[in-house]
């Protein structure tokens, strides 16, 4: 267990910002974890307790004044075999890129178009990852969690952790409440690409790749390279990828809409609702590329939808630019856009500022 006192902690937290905790823990297994939840409630228990994963989804506002939890549970291993199906437990300290390449080195298929997201596999199930038609909630069987309160195991069925859009329990009646330890996956070992999304069609045809030729990893290759394209690296401009979520709007919201500004482009959800793109929304407002005065956050210039840190900004100013953009965005279509990412205050009591 590596225990680190009043901790710096840019290097846990994408957005880049200089932010410290009082005590940051990292654990290398349950037992370990245990330990640290002891050293909490005997020491500091009237102080709030976060479990961060590799801050890739975290926006800090100030100083956090209490202890961080950081899981180096990694390795995977093979817990049974069922027909085409491989189901594989994996540490949720594990970083998830690393866990979706090894699965494809392997022949285990299912998270190829998951491809280059950043973070920790334990928050790939507390977030409900998703990209290029994929979701992960789809492929997840079980997940463990120690019980931040008491110590407690627990464990769920993929069906019960109500899995939606970047939504689960693990982000609503069970938030903040439990450490995630392990992420058990369903894998296939058939290889059944899925290509209709998110411009992957094209991208194959640029590579000269045709469906036969196309293996999971080549498959891999190609979603890499349209997020490096599209998405900043956060080793180079501070980021946390997309900062809001895509509003979902009634069906006749969105035909009103759709008779005001004929080229909003839309999806059905069901019968009766429609999801908008946020970038669509944010870029009509006149944001994309904008910063507010001098600040140092801004809006990405390609993808309006990635707030980014361009040296030096504080949590403050990410916070006051997402709500400049909130307030236009509502103003200009009556669409509240929800952040996706995680906004961690902490002014007196704890605070987490709500989507
Ligand atoms: C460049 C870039 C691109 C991105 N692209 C995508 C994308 O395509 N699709 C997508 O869905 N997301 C994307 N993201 C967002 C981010 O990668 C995901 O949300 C990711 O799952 C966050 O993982 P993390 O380990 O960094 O978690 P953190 O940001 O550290 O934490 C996220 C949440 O999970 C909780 N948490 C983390 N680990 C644990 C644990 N072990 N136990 C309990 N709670 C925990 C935290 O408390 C917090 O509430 C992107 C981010 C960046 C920077």
Redesign the pocket.
Known sequence: MNIYPYCSLLR???FGIQVKADLLVEYESVGELKQALALYHERMSEKPL?????????LFIYDFRGMVLH?LVDGYSVIAEEGDDVLVRVG??MT?DDFVSDSLWRGWFGLEN?S?????V???A??????YGAEVGNLIETVE?VSLSDGSMHKWRGSECGYAY?QSI??QEL??Q????YVTYRLHRTFRPSLEYGGVRQAMEQAALTEDSLTAMKLRQVILSI?RHK????AVLG????FFMNPVVTKRKFMSLRSRYPDIPGYMQGANAYKVPAAWLIEQCGWKGRRLNDSPAAVHDVQPL?LVNRGGARGSDILHLCEEIQTDVKKKFGIKLRH?V?IIAYGGEFEEIEP
Do not use: M, W
């Not at 976060?50 to 975290?58: C, E, R, V, Y």
């Open positions: 846990y937290n994408t976060l479990h961060i994963g590799g801050g890739s989804n975290l899981s949720a300290g998830f998951l280059g997201i950043p973070g920790q334990g928050a790939s507390v977030q409900n990852v998703g990209a969690g970047r693990f982000k938030a903040r439990y450490a995630i330890t997020r998405l900043p690296d956060p980021n946390a990828g997309s990635v996706e995680n």
